[in-house]
């Protein structure tokens, strides 16, 4: 197996993107991309493309024949890839597999979603689709609604309070307030967290990521290759995935994402690392629960210990672990497809000092945590700057 | 005038086996309404006999109903339910114009697939007609086990005096010849074409008569019902130790005892409507099962259903030893009775989708 | 108004399950299952499953009450969705009606009543199967 590098990264301001369709948005984040890589589109070798719903959002399949079409890059190989909200970050470890097996060398991997031309309960019931659609979704359940049952058993078992999951939104609010391409621009405070619209008990309005368009992409090629095309490469020294059962009822747990700890398990073991050596992370906080759930399934900290980081500082910008410097999806918002490459972005902007007022002092390891649905895939990556 | 001559000129005992009644637990009060109409809600609760109406969850229609009603009486009467081969569902809100209920009840119950199965329409006492189904079928030796039921979700008009009284239930009784727990010793019907009470396809609401429903319609029925009964079983008014009549209100069944020289003490135990309102098809038959809940062994029970359209079946029931051994085995109506939760207007036009929009 | 209307046969060869909580179970480990599976997770080929009916009697694992209902449940909301834990062990997630929704709580004893899931509109398909509904001394069932 090669080692393989980032070489390129970018990604469009996320958001409510009325002026934008999905052709647009995967055009401006792939060129950028390539541009940043300093590569010419003929370079490439191949495509592969995560968006989970494009059939029900925008009523198109064959996505990635479209993104190569509309980038001009046929005739390479375009490969769609979907495992709901991870589809990104499946999307960029299929990339990784194919560089690292050898088989090709220049690869663009892109996440896109484009989820404001439906109504919005339309898009609700397009994600709800990450669930088990015959006995989560029919039985009238949402998204939410799964993810509040863990926050409740979270709160049974470890003592977590609500005002520890509003924190978790505070923290990435105040982030994307520092990053131009979120979908938020502006700090909240737990008062506003703790006061808004509840959608699933315990879960408020601002425990939840947003409905949000945007796109990623991210350029490699293998590391021996790398300085071709960038001063700055980013080793991807780790790539891990794993899954679990679809329905959240399944589960043996509800506190805990197995995909995630035999994920994060796995990756540590092929980077040879530990969570103490991670100065940067990206995890998937969906909903806030997630994330504290995240910070004790990746090993941050011990079992039901999540809450009390977030209370503590320990994973805020200037804490022991900053934890979505992006603003996460919370903040930064969760255009499904391209969550997953768009926290590769941020974390090689981190690594390579390019994070500007959101900055992480000297990150040299950075790591990715994406999940799909209620925690039925998960996929972690490692990223090192290369010196 | 037809005759249906029941097990006592049979070979064998045709009877109950199991009951199970189904009430759900929302109800709106009398005065309620009344306050929204701007009546006398003391006033209206009186001439009535109506304290308060039992109300559907939104989540709830004639055949929830029935299903539950039905899963109880199968648990009563520990009958395998793939002995049941056939099932008729009286009702004048089925959920589809064209689709039965009574294959969803089939299906939930454990009887399908080797059975017959039909929905009825009587207005208010389909639910007995189909006991007489059962009854046929089961002395004829065609079924082992028969399932009638009687079950509505019925609406009343906004503002319409019906709408104090239009309530929800359901009651299923399993008909057999083995393990009665009270024996059918005779019933027979009293039938004209009499438009007291009407409801035309798509309408939402149905219409009636006024004063005519009473006289012409269920008293001369209901009346007639009975005392053809009595003559052809031979049995005296005072040979029976309850009367259960069709309630469509707290008054008519009383008035009724008094013209068949009834002791109106006799109607108290299976008169239900005041508590939970007129549940049409189900009305005589949980005011029957109320009967049952607390009736010892020898009791006779004079039961006579009303239908608008209309039409009365009557029927002779007599308790049996058996019934001590079931006590316990259900929840009895009372208990349905007092599990209750109140809703003002709003949410009771909300739940009973009265609003246009909705 | 649902906007996702169910496929017919799809949901039809789910009402056994549905309505009477057909499950499966492994001969070989002895496992159940709900709602029923082909394979056994744990024995894979070397799993034998036959169909069992489950009791619907269970506990509440976990709940949430849900204010922002997807589309066809509008007119429901709020109501209380729960992971129920079966006393044959398998979990499913439904709704738990006909009861206040403040005795709603981890390990509350709750048992299978049968209602309208959901409706294709007013000209569609009606679903029914299984809610649940807290066991608080107003069981259905008091004696066996």
């Not at chain 1, 980077?271 to 990746?298: G, N, Q, S, W």
């Not at chain 2, 309404?33 to 001439?47: E, L």
């Not at chain 2, 005519?212 to 009964?229: C, D, I, M, Q, R």
Request: with cysteine.
């Amino acid at each position: 197996m090669r080692r393989v590098a980032i070489v390129g990264a970018a990604m469009t301001k996320f958001g409510e993107e009325w002026e934008r369709g999905f052709r647009d948005l995967i055009a401006e984040a792939g060129v950028k991309a390539i541009e940043d890589a300093n590569m010419s589109g003929n370079e490439l070798d191949a495509i592969y493309g995560g968006t989970m719903a494009a059939g029900r959002l925008i009523g198109q399949e064959h996505i990635t024949a479209l993104i190569a079409d509309y980038m001009g890059l046929n005739p390479i190989p375009a490969t769609r890839v979907e495992a709901a909200c991870a589809s990104g970050g499946v999307a960029l470890r299929s990339g990784y597999l194919a560089v690292a097996s050898g088989h090709h060398d220049n690869v663009v991997v892109g996440g896109v979603e484009k989820m404001t031309d439906v109504p919005v309960g339309e898009a609700a019931i397009a994600l709800g689709g990450a669930g088990d659609q015959e006995w989560e979704l029919f039985m009238g359940a949402t998204f939410p609604a799964l993810y509040a049952m863990m926050a409740r058993r979270h709160m049974h078992e470890f003592g977590t309070t609500e005002e520890q999951m509003a924190m978790v939104a505070v923290k990435n609010h105040a982030n994307a307030a520092k990053n131009p391409y979120a979908h938020f621009q502006k700090e909240i405070t737990l008062r506003d967290v703790m006061k808004s619209k509840k959608v699933a008990s315990p879960l408020k309005l601002y425990d939840c990521s947003p409905i949000t368009d945007g796109a990623a992409a991210i350029v490699l090629t293998p590391l021996e290759k790398a300085r071709k095309y960038t001063d700055t490469p980013v080793e991807i020294v780790a790539s891990s995935q794993a899954s679990d059962t679809l329905a959240l009822h399944h589960r043996k747990s509800l506190t805990t994402l197995n995909s995630s700890v035999v994920a994060s398990r796995n990756a540590f073991n092929m980077a040879r690392m530990k969570p103490t050596d991670i100065d940067v992370c990206e995890v998937h906080d969906c909903f806030t629960i997630a994330e504290i759930i995240a910070y004790e399934d990746l090993g941050f900290v011990k079992k039901g210990k999540g809450g009390k980081a977030i209370e503590d500082g320990e994973t805020a910008l200037d804490g022991r672990i900053p934890v979505n410097t992006s603003g996460g999806l919370k903040g930064c918002g969760h255009p499904v497809g391209a969550t997953g490459v768009k926290q590769a972005v941020e974390i090689t902007w981190q690594l390579r000092g390019g994070a500007k007022k959101r900055q992480v002092k000297g990150a040299e390891i950075g790591m990715t945590h994406n999940v799909g649905g209620s925690g039925a895939t998960c996929v972690v990556h490692i990223m090192k700057r290369v010196n | 005038m037809s005759c249906l001559i029941g097990s006592r000129n049979c070979d064998y005992m045709v009877g109950i086996v199991g009951y199970g009644v189904h009430i759900p637990r929302y109800r709106i009060k009398v005065e309620e309404i009344a306050r929204i109409w701007g009546d006398d809600g003391g006033g209206i609760k009186d001439s009535l006999g109506v304290i308060e109406k039992s109300v559907p969850g939104m989540d709830e229609d004639a055949a929830t109903f029935a299903v539950e009603a039905s899963r109880n009486a199968v648990h009563y009467s520990g009958v395998d339910p793939k002995r049941i081969h056939a099932i008729f569902i009286g009702s004048e809100s089925h959920p589809y114009a064209v689709k039965p209920t009574a294959t969803i009840v089939a299906e939930a119950i454990g009887a399908t697939p080797h059975l017959t199965a039909v929905d009825m329409q009587f207005a208010c006492k389909a639910g007995t007609t189909a006991i007489q189904c059962c009854m046929g079928m089961c002395s004829s030796e065609m079924i082992e086990y028969g399932l009638g039921i009687g079950t509505d979700v019925s609406q009343g008009r906004p503002g319409d005096a019906l709408e104090y009284s239009a309530g929800a239930g359901a009651a299923a009784f399993i008909i057999g010849r083995k393990n009665v727990i009270a024996e059918i010793e005779g019933t027979c019907s009293y039938t004209t074409d009499t438009p007291d009470f009407w409801r035309r396809p798509g309408m939402d609401f149905p219409s009636h008569g006024g004063r005519f429903t009473g006289e012409p319609a269920y008293f001369k029925h209901t009346v007639n019902a009975s005392k053809e009964l009595m003559e052809k079983l031979g049995l005296k008014p005072s040979d029976f130790d309850y009367a259960v009549f069709h309630q469509p209100n707290g008054k008519f069944p009383l008035q009724v005892a008094k013209i068949l020289q009834i002791d109106v003490g006799k109607v108290k135990q299976g008169l239900m409507t005041p508590l939970i309102g007129n549940t049409y098809s189900a009305a005589s038959l949980i005011g029957l099962a109320s009967v049952l809940d607390v009736a010892k062994p020898g009791s006779r029970i004079l039961l006579t259903s009303f239908g608008s359209g209309a039409g009365s079946d009557s029927f002779s029931i007599v308790v049996t030893d058996k019934i001590l051994e079931k006590k316990g085995y259900n929840r009895t109506v009372i208990q349905f009775v007092g599990d209750k939760e109140y809703l003002d207007y709003g949410l009771y036009v909300k739940q009973r989708r009265k609003l246009k929009t909705l | 108004m649902s906007s996702m209307t169910v496929g017919l046969p799809l949901t039809w060869r789910r009402i056994p399950e549905r309505y009477n909580l057909i499950g499966s179970e492994c001969e070989i480990c002895h496992t159940k299952y709900f709602p029923v599976r082909r394979i056994c997770p744990q024995c894979r080929r070397k799993g034998k499953m036959k169909e069992v009916k489950l009791s619907g009697k269970g506990k509440v694992y976990s709940y949430t009450r849900i204010y922002a209902p997807p589309s066809g449940f509008e007119l429901d909301a709020p109501y209380m969705i729960a992971i129920i834990e079966l006393e044959e062990g398998p979990r499913l997630t439904a709704q738990v009606e006909d009861c206040n929704a403040r005795d709603v709580k981890i390990g509350t004893p709750v048992e299978m009543i049968f209602r309208k899931i959901q409706e294709d509109g007013k000209e569609g398909l009606i679903h029914y199967g299984f809610k649940f509904k807290t066991v608080s001394g107003k069981s259905n069932i008091l004696q066996e």
